[in-house]
Antibody, heavy 115, light 107 residues
Framework: EVQLVESGGGLAQPGGSLRLSCAASEINFRNAWMSWVRQVPGKGLEWVGRIKSKTDGGTTDYAASVKGRFTISRDDSKNMLFLQMMSLKTEDTGLYYC??????WGQGTLVTVSS | DIQMTQSPSSLSASVGDRVTITCRASQSIRTYLNWYQQKPGKAPRLLIYAASSLQSGVPSRFSGSGSGTDFTLTISSLQPEDFATYYCHQSYSPLYTFGQGTKLEIK
């Protein structure tokens, strides 16, 4: 069974940074296009960004709301996905999900940005 | 960015009803359209991918149709476990986007 386990969430101050991780198992991670999606509790889903597989170029795309502040990377040797978040804003608060292809979702890690 | 507009935003229905949710894209997305179901406290679950393909393990009462800009998700006979929020999602453009969601409630 595919498993995606996010970690690294927590409390950060506005202007601060956090690094989220996602550990994948039972999946062909090397070939997977991986995304981060976030959700303010009680609200809708917001796509954050995506990284393609290295065989498809390994390029990244980001939502306008996070472009220039967030960076997605991957370590295929360890089946790991990362989200480096800088210059955090209060509106970045939410539950962050790791998504493989468009099919498989983790359970999310909560990020709270507050002073 | 491609905007995805779902309707209705909320819907009340009864067990056994046939329900249709629509999703409109601001430009053609061919059939790069996925549908998710989300229950409170849970991660979204993929129901339909590529507009009309049923994800493995999803009951056949769920179906999807459409192409271009207009799409529908149909539940042929509502079951108690289907009361949830449903999202459409486009994966056509480099910048993916979701619809705002449709909350399906028990009448």
């Amino acid at each position: 069974e595919v498993q995606l386990v996010e970690s690294g969430g927590g409390l950060a101050q506005p202007g601060g940074s956090l690094r989220l991780s996602c550990a994948a198992s039972e999946i062909n991670f090397r070939n997977a296009w991986m995304s981060w999606v976030r959700q303010v509790p009680g609200k809708g889903l917001e796509w954050v960004g995506r990284i393609k597989s290295k065989t498809d170029g390994g390029t990244t795309d980001y939502a306008a709301s996070v472009k220039g502040r967030f960076t997605i990377s991957r370590d295929d040797s360890k089946n790991m996905l990362f989200l480096q978040m800088m210059s955090l804003k209060t509106e970045d608060t939410g539950l962050y999900y790791c998504v493989a292809y468009v099919s498989y979702w983790g359970q999310g890690t909560l990020v709270t940005v507050s002073s | 960015d491609i905007q995805m507009t779902q309707s209705p935003s909320s819907l009340s229905a009864s067990v056994g009803d046939r329900v249709t949710i629509t999703c409109r894209a601001s430009q053609s997305i061919r059939t790069y359209l996925n549908w998710y179901q989300q229950k409170p406290g849970k991660a979204p679950r993929l129901l339909i991918y590529a507009a009309s393909s049923l994800q493995s393990g999803v009951p056949s009462r769920f179906s999807g149709s459409g192409s271009g800009t207009d799409f529908t998700l149909t539940i042929s006979s509502l079951q108690p476990e289907d009361f949830a929020t449903y999202y459409c999602h486009q994966s056509y453009s480099p910048l993916y986007t979701f619809g705002q969601g449709t909350k399906l409630e028990i009448k």
